[in-house]
């Protein structure tokens, strides 16, 4: 059989830190880098008879989500407890949800080139992360480790764990997904998203099976891929792998896997042998979550728009590509950006030059436009002077480079550097005569129907004017005086 | 009279007529409490509480407990003071943070002056799965204290302290005040914050007060209970604790269950009780014959549910954070396995396994989630009883104090000590224990429940009561 034969299936679990000021149970500031152990207390150490209490920030944030992600939001959901022995675990049992999470079934929507997509989202629900455990010696991997110390201070942050519905059938949709979930939920302020920092983690199960099948075949669950890029790459490895055993009259054994992104190797952590049995069981130290429904309601109302109506409104009323709207809608400040310049000058253009030419100019000084000198409203009234020709290209080019450099009003600059475009129709005359008269054989072959020569023209006509003239109307004079076609 | 044969009540008058100090008491209390025949204290707090009687001696405004000595059961936690839980694994720990109720009680102006034993971890009815050994009881010290909170009961009926904490998971305060001799009170579940008490089982345990007299323990319990923001379970307290007053029990309906006061009772136990109840009729009560269909299937029940929480809740003393820790090893299991092997005694071992096996894949839906369907209809029963009465009467233990070692190889006739009390506390409901009189000279306990929130009427019964039984708490042959 051919890879063809195979149909890819993959669901995504997604572990996302939440942006609370304190942890999931207790009141210890949420970190990152501090000196380890610092932001701890006897609830987030676990000590004897410490008890937890439920930050009422995260549930909002996982109300907003589950809005977000279409989900239903339950009228009662209840924590419970996982348990398991672990040294980044003081508990030895994580409170977490089973069988009553907080979101229920949703539906979330992403956009592709190929137009809008849905998903299956099959539950979320909040729990709490697991400390840091360090492994000294044996270049930090557990298993050549002389020691392993913990740090208790990522121990307790909120978690939202979401889980989508197995309906992904390609890595590179499944990092479409993924990255327009993260951009929903950084835009919601409900995460950083970092991967890099592990603050959102992802996790992939695959399984693959005959084209035309319709069961499942035994899945694995890929750990460990903290890049959209890994996501991909481990995904491919790992359908490729499964291909292969099945096509030598193999079976796939249920199993943990580790993706090693550095060298692409992939393996196993535990089998469903040795898979724990957690024991779950409702966390009696807490009562169940009955979120007030007006609340609830209220939070619905509040939503933002998400970005992906605020891409296909771009695309709709703006008429921007996909591409464009891509790149301009990450991250959000960028397209906040974006759509300022654009209320004041033509859209398309807009997009053209805050992609373009402003994030080239920034990108040395390690600036984003929302950051830099160049106010939306500067950046428009540089657009509206090129559209109305009363500055050239390269001219406004100069404007731009300047206001980044020093800042000020772009007409001023213009005024000041004398930018503006030579209004004067004698003296573009005779620029254009004096060119012609100074390359006659230049000339002569324009006339011949050497069309490509107007462009030398226009570039001779630029470099007289220092790129002030308007390089349409010098190339209308080259021809007018040259008498070509 | 000698200061330790003072209620705390008393001690608060003497205190503010001028006649004692904070610091005499809490002195002629150490006194005692140094001369421990019953082995009731696992730590003692000699300086830091003879420190702050003299701090609340020297205050303008004395706080209202007004520097009286109490002892704390070695389950909650005391900053600073040893609190071992009775067990091994847990030997020299000193806590970063002081329980709740505690620091309500400091701050009420209680002097802490020890730690008091238990059986390891709550988990026994007699204190002797201490891993310190048992205390024993002041009536016969021979016999056992009760459990699981022995030490508490025993030290208040010998006199150490005029008061003290427990806790009570199926019958922890009730059954030692029984056999003690005392008053004995599990509030309300959420009624008093469980921060800082050493889990055993979370949705059963809550802490409550030891006295040797009703009015005591109510002055006890009004410092304690409200909601607690450490713990989401407290509840917000609708009316405060008042001290009892009432002599007579006019119009007051006492549910009886008739099967609580027949087989299996012992049958001095049982007629201290029916003379109790006739006490009842005579200051104006009227004894209405009630049925719990379920209760019988309380003791099956809570010995699913109790352990199925602690097995969660003691897998947090691995050795790794505090506590004691076997021998290194490389191997991480094994750091377990001989941390905990080593830690724990024999019944807590038992109990983490009974409650890992119901909690099991597989087995949950049939023991532990069966139990908690059980669990509800005994709540259901409870509320349908107290539609028709205001308090339900029992004997608090089927027996009186029994010997030492008499019940310790057989685990279930030591968990049947708790048949009477377990009921009520699988539907969290306030009831109490006071004395009832004398059967072969030891104590009986007579337990009066009521439905939630139901304290105030609660402590005037038993206040009526217990000045109509007029029992008397000295144990003969603890000195004065």
Same mark, same amino acid.
Request: aromatic share 8%; with cysteine; charged share 25%.
């Given at each position: 059989m051919s890879p063809d034969a195979w149909e890819v299936v993959i669901g995504i679990e997604i572990h996302a830190q939440l942006l609370t000021r304190t942890k999931m149970f207790c009141g210890c500031a949420l970190s990152f880098g501090d000196p380890p152990n610092t932001h701890t207390c006897p609830v987030c150490l676990a000590h004897p008879g410490a008890l937890p209490v439920v930050n009422r920030e995260a549930i909002r944030l996982a109300i907003v989500a589950g809005h977000a992600l279409g989900c239903e939001i339950a009228e009662c959901s209840v924590f419970a407890r996982k348990n398991y022995f672990y040294p980044d675990l003081p508990k030895a049992y994580q409170i977490s949800q089973y069988d009553q999470p907080i979101c229920g079934p949703g539906c979330f929507r992403y956009l592709t080139e190929d137009g809008e997509k849905t998903l299956g989202i099959t539950r979320a629900h909040l729990e709490e992360d697991a400390a840091k455990l360090?492994?000294?010696?044996?270049?930090?991997?557990?298993?050549?480790?002389?020691?392993? =110390?913990?740090?208790?201070?990522?121990?307790?942050?909120?978690?939202?764990e979401i889980v989508t519905e197995p309906e992904l059938h390609t890595g590179p949709d499944a990092a479409s997904f993924l990255k327009q979930l993260r951009q929903t939920l950084v835009h919601l302020g409900i995460t950083d998203g970092n991967m890099e920092q592990g603050s959102m983690r992802a996790d992939a199960n695959i399984s693959v099976r005959p084209v035309g099948a319709t069961g499942l075949g035994t899945k694995?669950?890929?750990?460990?891929?903290?890049?959209?890029?890994?996501?991909?790459?481990?995904?491919?490895?790992?359908?490729?792998?499964?291909?292969?055993?099945?096509?030598?009259?193999?079976?796939?054994?249920?199993?943990?896997?580790?993706?090693?992104?550095?060298?692409?190797?992939?393996?196993?952590?535990?089998?469903?042998?040795?898979?724990?049995?957690?024991?779950?069981?409702?966390?009696?130290?807490?009562?169940?979550?009955?979120?007030?429904?007006?609340?609830?309601?209220?939070?619905?109302?509040?939503?933002?728009?998400?970005?992906?109506?605020?891409?296909?409104?771009?695309?709709?009323?703006?008429?921007?590509?996909?591409?464009?709207?891509?790149?301009?809608?990450?991250? =959000?400040?960028?397209?906040?950006?974006?759509?300022?310049?654009?209320?004041?000058?033509?859209?398309?253009?807009a997009a053209n030059w805050v992609r373009g030419e402003l994030r080239a100019l920034l990108r040395d000084r390690g600036q984003e436009p929302w950051q830099s000198r160049v106010s939306p409203a500067a950046l428009a009234e540089i657009i509206t002077l090129v559209e109305s020709r009363e500055i050239s290209m390269p001219s406004a080019k100069a404007v731009l480079g300047h206001v980044v450099e020093h800042?000020?009003?772009?007409?001023?600059?213009?005024?000041?550097?004398?930018?503006?475009?030579?209004?004067?129709?004698?003296?573009? =005359?005779?620029?254009?005569?004096?060119?012609?008269?100074?390359?006659?054989?230049?000339?002569?072959?324009?006339?011949?129907?050497?069309?490509?020569?107007?462009g030398f023209f226009v570039?001779?006509?630029?470099?007289?004017?220092q790129g002030r003239a308007d390089p349409a109307r010098i190339s209308e004079l080259v021809r007018e005086r040259a008498g070509a076609g | 009279?000698?200061?330790?044969?003072?209620?705390?009540?008393?001690? !608060?008058?003497?205190?503010?007529?001028?006649?004692?100090?904070?610091?005499?008491?809490?002195?002629?209390?150490?006194?005692?409490?140094?001369?421990?025949?019953?082995?009731?204290?696992?730590?003692?707090?000699?300086?830091?509480?003879?420190?702050?009687a003299r701090e609340i001696d020297a205050m303008p405004q004395r706080p209202p407990l007004a520097g009286v000595p109490i002892a704390i059961k070695d389950a909650l936690s005391t900053r600073d003071l040893t609190t071992t839980a009775g067990s091994r694994i847990l030997e020299g720990f000193r806590p970063i943070y002081t329980a709740t109720c505690v620091a309500r009680l400091e701050a009420a102006g209680a002097v802490v002056i020890g730690k008091t034993n238990m059986d390891e971890f709550a988990m026994g009815s007699s204190c002797e799965n201490s891993a310190y050994g048992p205390s024993l009881n002041p009536w016969d010290t021979t016999r056992v204290p009760g459990g699981s909170s022995g030490g508490s009961a025993s030290a208040v009926a010998a006199r150490q302290v005029p008061w003290s904490l427990g806790s009570d998971t199926g019958g922890s305060i009730r059954q030692p005040a029984a056999l003690c001799g005392i008053v004995g009170v599990k509030p309300t579940y959420g009624a008093v914050s469980r921060y800082g008490l050493i889990a055993f089982a979370s949705s059963l345990d809550q802490v409550g007060p030891f006295a040797r007299t009703v009015r005591d323990a109510a002055l006890l319990l009004q410092s304690m209970v409200g909601r607690d923001p450490m713990d989401a379970t407290s509840l917000d307290w609708p009316d405060p604790i008042v001290l009892p007053t009432a002599a007579r029990l006019d119009g007051v309906r006492v549910g009886v269950i008739e099967e609580l006061m027949g087989q299996g009772i012992e049958p001095g136990v049982r007629a201290a009780c029916r003379a109790a109840l006739n006490r009842v009729e005579s200051l104006g009560g009227t004894?209405?014959?009630?049925?719990?269909?379920?209760?019988? +299937?309380?003791?099956?029940? +809570?010995?699913? !549910?109790?352990?199925?929480?602690?097995?969660?809740?003691?897998?947090?003393?691995?050795? !790794?954070?505090?506590?004691?820790?076997?021998?290194?090893?490389?191997?991480?299991?094994?750091? +377990?396995?001989?941390?905990?092997?080593?830690?724990?005694?024999?019944?807590?071992?038992?109990?983490?396994?009974?409650?890992?096996?119901?909690?099991?894949?597989?087995?949950?839906?049939?023991? +532990?989630?069966?139990?908690?369907?059980?669990?509800t209809l005994i709540v259901r029963?409870?509320?349908?009883?107290?539609?028709?009465?205001?308090?339900?009467?029992?004997?608090?233990?089927?027996?009186?104090?029994?010997?030492?070692?008499?019940?310790?190889?057989?685990?279930?006739?030591?968990?049947?000590?708790?048949?009477?009390?377990?009921?009520?506390?699988?539907?969290?409901?306030?009831?109490?224990?006071?004395?009832?009189?004398?059967?072969d000279g030891l104590p009986v306990g007579?337990?009066?429940?009521?439905?939630?929130?139901s304290e105030n009427r609660l402590f005037d019964i038993a206040h009526a009561l217990e000045a109509a039984i007029g029992f008397d708490p000295s144990p003969p042959g603890v000195a004065a």
């Open positions: 360090l492994h000294l010696g044996g270049e930090g991997r557990r298993a050549n480790a002389e020691g392993s =110390v913990v740090d208790f201070n990522r121990g307790g942050t909120p978690l939202l694995t669950e890929l750990k460990n891929m903290n890049s959209f890029t890994y996501l991909e790459r481990g995904i491919a490895a790992e359908v490729d792998r499964q291909i292969a055993i099945l096509e030598a009259g193999g079976t796939i054994t249920q199993e943990t896997l580790h993706y090693e992104p550095g060298t692409g190797h992939i393996t196993s952590l535990r089998s469903k042998e040795e898979a724990h049995d957690y024991r779950y069981f409702p966390e009696p130290d807490l009562e169940p979550v009955v979120p007030d429904r007006t609340w609830v309601e209220e939070l619905r109302a509040a939503l933002p728009e998400l970005p992906i109506d605020r891409r296909e409104r771009w695309i709709r009323e703006y008429g921007l590509t996909f591409e464009d709207a891509e790149v301009l809608s990450e991250p =959000v400040q960028l397209g906040d950006y974006f759509e300022q310049v654009a209320a004041l000058a033509p859209p398309k253009s800042g000020g009003q772009p007409r001023e600059v213009v005024a000041a550097l004398g930018l503006g475009a030579i209004q004067d129709e004698p003296a573009l =005359v005779a620029i254009v005569e004096q060119l012609l008269a100074d390359n006659p054989v230049q000339a002569q072959q324009l006339r011949e129907g050497k069309d490509k020569l107007i570039g001779q006509a630029m470099k007289a004017t | 009279m000698a200061l330790t044969d003072l209620t705390a009540e008393q001690s !608060i008058t003497a205190i503010a007529a001028g006649r004692t100090s904070s610091e005499d008491l809490v002195r002629a209390h150490l006194e005692r409490v140094e001369h421990d025949d019953w082995n009731n204290f696992l730590a003692v707090n000699r300086e830091a509480a003879l420190a702050r004894l209405v014959p009630i049925e719990l269909p379920h209760a019988s +299937y309380g003791l099956a029940t +809570y010995y699913l !549910i109790a352990p199925a929480e602690c097995s969660a809740n003691l897998a947090r003393f691995d050795g !790794i954070r505090y506590g004691r820790r076997a021998e290194a090893t490389d191997d991480l299991l094994e750091h +377990y396995e001989r941390t905990r092997g080593e830690g724990f005694g024999p019944e807590v071992k038992r109990r983490i396994m009974l409650g890992t096996f119901a909690l099991s894949s597989g087995y949950y839906d049939a023991y +532990y989630g069966q139990a908690q369907r059980v669990r029963d409870f509320a349908a009883a107290f539609a028709e009465i205001d308090v339900l009467a029992s004997p608090t233990s089927p027996t009186v104090a029994f010997r030492l070692g008499e019940r310790t190889a057989d685990p279930l006739s030591m968990y049947l000590s708790d048949v009477c009390t377990i009921p009520v506390s699988l539907a969290g409901l306030p009831s109490l224990s006071i004395p009832c009189g004398l059967s007579l337990q009066l429940a009521g439905p939630a929130f």
